[in-house]
């Protein structure tokens, strides 16, 4: 049990410490910088200074290049003591009156015209929902506008005797308002608000929301609050030793939380804290933090002293030790091989205790984020990654361990190979004579034959069925981890969303559960993702794809993204197209908050393609297709192959998913014919029969009952029983390319009775929601 829970322990630590880089500190635009915020066109950065005989700048500045060079954006002169961007819009607080009053203004980008707002009072916060605007004060309390600035009432206080406002949030037609002795709730836009009894000796200074998750930060008492439903109730969450903490921020499933000079970081709502490590180089309390994605996620926070300081983190949790289960090529086919993937929201496949519900049995939550149905993705429920494989073609260990035999009706022949280090891999749907059988184990190296792919189990096609699971309690065992230790091999964008797997948590018949976090467990982490900004002739080399602007340069702030993607599975633009290996991928331009930008770009992309991968294609039909969405149909590009240099070539300006696709030569069909001796009448015999099958097909493989085994035939084989058999059987040509699956009934015997119902096999496409493992 010490054993389990030192190397449970390892793994965490691991996982948890793997980052992309230590603080630094950022050039400021000014010493007497008072407030950093983020925006899609990078960070934004507000001066307060006091020194008016030295006439400061005392404006807005905007850095598109993680401040390596800032621009001075407007606002001169009026002393920024806030800024907030809320859906396209950029709200300022300033202090002073030049020729204009002080007070709220507003803005879009390029944020050089700022129109003023409200009242000019003294103004401490601001937070905008739909068309109201809440802006707290100083001496007037809170006064909010229902018509985005064009009239304003005070909701919180009576005249100057208001009670001076710390912090708001606000979602939907919920905010929430803190003053120094207490916090306001109010359900309906501002108009009647009760005081929240929870926070009573505290003085709150930041609010942060994640979903119905909302986060509160201050002082008199040391921890944080946690709402999980919305504001309405709410739970201390302890954090001993806290500093001041003026500033806390969800950023996906990560809750930063400042703690004086130092920032921590949790992945539970604040049960579980870590330092950042900021106190190493920072000396001041920490008083704003934002984070943001101008390549990849970056944290930035601002001290008393108006220093800035930037941190970039994984978006993943990294503990690498497996190898692709099956020989590879290239790196991207990890990727491009998967037929189906580990669904986030309910991957609890097979289990009888728990059911996911039925508004979420139609859809598919990928690692990243991407939640579609079929055919986009596949498929609900899945507790695995099935990756694409021929029909005998060897499954290998993906790491060291003991591996040992398993079987169920579904999974058919199955090893599973527990690492020793708190997670074991699994390998469902083996032909007949895996590595070990029976009950006992046997010592594996990575790489080493383990078995070859099949088809025994419930499954539609040739595959391998891989998982992962974690010894959640650090036992040892893990015959205790279903369904909850089920983990996900590529992981989790714990910078974008909220994993709800790792959240879960329920009791059935056999005990209390909870889901678990998945860290991606590849060696392969050569980047599968490539990005730049988009500048006039920048490019890109991923693999064998090379990607380069040719129009609509010039936007510095955004970033054309490309990434290998999994190869298409359903919807061919033809029955006679055919996938070209290695040409899926994915192109994206990304603004500086991580968003999907509609910027107008024109790329021009080449693909390099393998004459092996053309076998069987008529090549002047090569061409790159992008994925609409929409209408769930490939639609053809402007493209052409060169078969001298072996490379298809594009111009592409919609990005999305795309794909490269040729038609086959005519096949010839597959057929395959059921010989039975003596010949049935009317589908029965009444001596055991004798089976055979002949055909044009390279491999035949059948199945006695109803799908769950199938065998290779090599010989013709005997029936040596009485009873009712629905014998399946199908043919695969040399492309691989699988016959339909066909059946014959057959009853053997006389003088017994049956009810057993003619099933007829599906063919090798998934064609409902809810296949097999």
């Known amino acids: 049990m010490r054993k389990g829970m030192i190397l449970l322990t390892a793994i965490l630590l691991l996982a948890q410490q793997t980052s992309a880089s ?11 910088i008072s407030v950093t915020e983020v925006t899609p066109e990078g960070m934004v950065a507000g001066e307060f200074d ?170 008199g008492y040391e921890g944080i609050f946690v709402s999980k439903n919305g504001g309405e109730a709410w739970t201390k969450m302890s954090i001993p030793e806290l500093g001041t903490s003026r500033k806390l921020l969800f950023h996906g499933q990560y809750l930063y939380t400042v703690s004086g000079k130092e920032v921590l970081v949790s992945r539970d709502l604040g049960k579980n804290n870590e330092n950042t490590s900021l106190a190493g180089l920072n000396t001041l309390d920490v008083t704003d933090l934002e984070a943001y994605k101008p390549s990849i996620y970056t944290l930035i926070a601002l001290n008393s002293a108006g220093k800035i300081f930037r941190k970039s983190v994984d978006d993943f949790l990294y503990f690498p030790f497996l190898e692709p289960p099956w020989n590879i090529k290239s790196e991207w ?49 899945h507790s695995g990654i099935d990756f694409d494989a021929k029909y005998g073609d060897p499954v290998l260990a993906s790491a060291d361990g003991d591996a040992s035999y398993y079987y169920c009706k579904d999974c058919g022949n199955t090893i599973k190979i527990d690492h020793g280090n708190g997670l074991q891999t699994v390998y469902m749907h083996l032909q007949n004579n895996p590595v070990v059988q029976g009950n006992n184990s046997v010592r594996v190296n990575n ?44 992981g989790w964008d714990y910078s974008k969303l909220t994993d709800p797997w790792s959240e879960l948590s329920w009791n059935d018949t056999l005990g209390a559960h909870t889901g678990t976090y998945s860290r991606n467990l590849w060696k392969i982490l050569a980047p599968t993702r490539q990005s730049t900004p988009i500048l006039d002739t920048a490019s890109l080399t991923l693999g064998n794809k090379f990607i380069e602007i040719i129009g609509g340069g010039g936007k510095n702030f955004l970033r054309l993204t490309v990434e290998h993607a999994p190869k298409p599975l359903r919807n061919f633009p033809s029955l006679t197209s055919r996938y070209i290996k290695g040409t899926a991928f994915v192109i994206n ?80 069909l597959i057929s395959t014919q ?23 097909g390279t491999l035949t493989v059948y199945s006695l009952d109803g799908g769950y085994t199938w065998n290779n035939y090599e010989q013709a084989f005997t029936i040596d029983e009485q009873g009712l058999f629905d014998v399946l059987y199908k043919s695969e040509d040399p492309a691989g390319n699988w016959e339909e699956t066909k059946s014959f009934v057959l009853k053997v015997g006389t003088g017994f009775a049956t009810k057993k119902i003619r099933v007829v096999g599906a063919s090798f496409e998934t064609l409902n929601d809810r296949p097999s493992p």
């Open 22 to 32: 230590e603080w630094t500190a950022v050039s400021a635009p000014s010493s007497k």
């Open 50 to 219: 006091d020194r008016l005989w030295l006439d400061p700048y005392n404006g807005v500045y905007l850095s598109g290049d993680s401040g390596e060079t800032w621009l001075r954006v407007g606002l001169q002169g009026k002393g920024v003591k806030f800024l907030k961007y809320k859906a396209g819009i950029l709200y300022a607080g300033t202090f002073y009156t030049t020729s204009t009053p002080g007070g709220l203004y507003i803005s879009t980008y390029p944020y050089s015209e700022w129109e003023h707002a409200g009242p000019a009072y003294t103004l401490t916060s601001v937070d905008a929902c739909g068309d109201h605007i809440y802006l707290g004060t100083r001496y007037y309390g809170l006064i909010v506008s229902p018509d985005k600035g064009l009239s304003w009432a005070q909701k919180i206080g009576s005249g100057i005797e208001g009670p001076e406002i710390m912090a708001l949030f606000c979602w939907e037609r919920s905010v929430l308002a803190s003053t120094r002795t207490s916090v306001y709730l109010s359900g309906d836009e501002g108009e009647t608000w009760k005081i929240l009894e929870p926070f009573t000796g505290a003085t709150i200074y930041s609010f942060a929301g994640n979903g119905n998750y909302i986060a509160a930060s201050g002082t």
């Open 333 to 381: 086919e990890l990727t491009e091989n998967i037929n189906a993937f580990f669904d986030h929201q309910y991957p609890l496949l097979a289990y009888q205790y728990f059911r996911e519900p039925e508004e979420n049995s139609h859809t598919t939550l990928k690692y990243d984020g991407v939640n579609e149905p079929v055919p986009a993705l596949y498929y609900s429920s």
């Open 674 to 696: 059921i010989n039975i001796s003596p010949e049935p009448a009317d589908g029965a015999v009444n001596v055991f029969p004798t089976i055979s099958f002949s055909g044009n």
């Open 589 to 668: 331009i990304l603004d500086q908050l991580g968003n999907t930008s509609a910027a107008d770009v024109a790329v021009r992309v080449r693909l390099t393609i393998s004459p092996e991968d053309l076998l069987g294609i008529l090549p002047e039909t090569l061409k790159i297709f992008r994925w609409d969405k929409t209408t769930s149909l490939w639609v053809e590009t402007i493209s052409n192959y060169d078969s001298a240099s072996g490379v298809i070539e594009g111009v592409l300006d919609h990005f999305s998913y795309f794909a490269a696709f040729g038609e086959k030569y005519t096949p010839q």
């Open 447 to 490: 790489g080493n034959e383990i078995g070859k792919v099949g088809l025994t189990g419930r499954t539609t096609g040739p595959h391998i069925h891989f998982e992962t699971v974690f010894d959640t309690d650090g036992d040892g065992l893990f015959s205790d981890e279903y369904p909850h230790g089920r983990t996900d091999p590529f």
